[in-house]
């Protein structure tokens, strides 16, 4: 088209487009509301089927109930939120915790659980040794790797915590690996 006909059929009139087209202005005005109705009816059912479903399961706090809009604009916005503060956020600790008491872990040790019991339902008047009636052998309470690789040398069952006060229960087992104390990374602090 050059530019004389475009201007022509700028300025047709509705009557004109029914005449040429076959189309009546109501009729765009419908069809225009059916395809903006079926975007929304597909918007809100990936809303619902994807955006909302990958929301809850990374952010699995967040109420299934909770009324958004745009769940791809929620989970955009926290996922932003994260990146600009940080992935270690400082949770906070209840003031019964001390947090200078947690569990280490003492790596290349396999515990092999015998009994089935608690440390604090074995027989014995002292804290620091046990007697389990079910494998017939003392078990020591450890709170240290120097303790620990001891008793372990001598070949004992042990109950290790490296907390002072036993408020949960020590791990308890016999150690069985053969461990090359040099290898072990880390020392457990002494409380």
Same mark, same amino acid.
């Given at each position: 088209?050059?530019?004389?006909?475009?201007?022509?059929?700028?300025?047709?009139?509705?009557?004109? $487009?029914?005449?040429? $087209?076959?189309? +009546?202005?109501?009729?765009?005005?419908?069809?225009?509301?059916?395809?903006?109705?079926?975007?929304? #009816? @597909?918007?809100?059912?990936?809303?619902? #089927?994807?955006?909302?479903?990958?929301?809850?399961? !990374?952010?699995?706090?967040?109420?299934?109930?909770?009324?958004?809009?745009? %769940?791809?604009?929620?989970?955009?916005?926290?996922?932003?939120?994260?990146?600009?503060?940080?992935?270690?956020?400082? #949770?906070?600790?209840?003031?019964?915790?001390?947090?200078?008491?947690?569990?280490?872990?003492?790596?290349?040790?396999? %515990?092999? !659980?015998?009994?089935?019991? &608690?440390?604090?339902?074995?027989?014995? +008047?002292? *804290?620091?040794?046990?007697?389990?009636?079910?494998? =017939?052998?003392?078990? !020591?309470?450890? @709170?240290?790797?120097?303790? $620990?690789? =001891?008793?372990?040398?001598?070949?004992?069952?042990?109950?290790?915590? &490296?907390?002072? !006060?036993?408020?949960?229960?020590?791990?308890?087992?016999?150690?069985?690996?053969?461990? +090359?104390?040099?290898? *072990?990374?880390? +020392? *457990?602090? =002494?409380?």
């Amino acid at each position: 088209m050059d530019l004389k006909q475009l201007y022509n059929f700028a300025r047709c009139n509705s009557r004109t $487009f029914k005449v040429f $087209f076959n189309v +009546d202005k109501r009729d765009i005005g419908k069809e225009k509301n059916e395809m903006r109705d079926e975007k929304d #009816l @597909d918007f809100n059912r990936v809303q619902v #089927l994807v955006w909302k479903l990958l929301a809850v399961s !990374y952010f699995p706090r967040v109420d299934h109930n909770l009324n958004v809009k745009n %769940w791809m604009q929620f989970l955009r916005k926290r996922m932003k939120h994260i990146k600009g503060n940080g992935y270690d956020f400082k #949770l906070d600790i209840p003031s019964f915790v001390n947090s200078n008491m947690d569990e280490e872990i003492i790596e290349n040790c396999e %515990w092999v !659980y015998k009994c089935p019991l &608690s440390y604090f339902n074995l027989s014995g +008047d002292e *804290i620091d040794v046990k007697f389990c009636n079910v494998c =017939e052998k003392h078990v !020591y309470l450890v @709170d240290s790797l120097e303790s $620990f690789r =001891e008793r372990v040398g001598r070949g004992n069952c042990v109950a290790f915590t &490296s907390k002072l !006060y036993l408020y949960d229960e020590p791990l308890m087992g016999e150690c069985v690996a053969d461990i +090359d104390y040099d290898t *072990i990374p880390f +020392d *457990i602090q =002494e409380n």
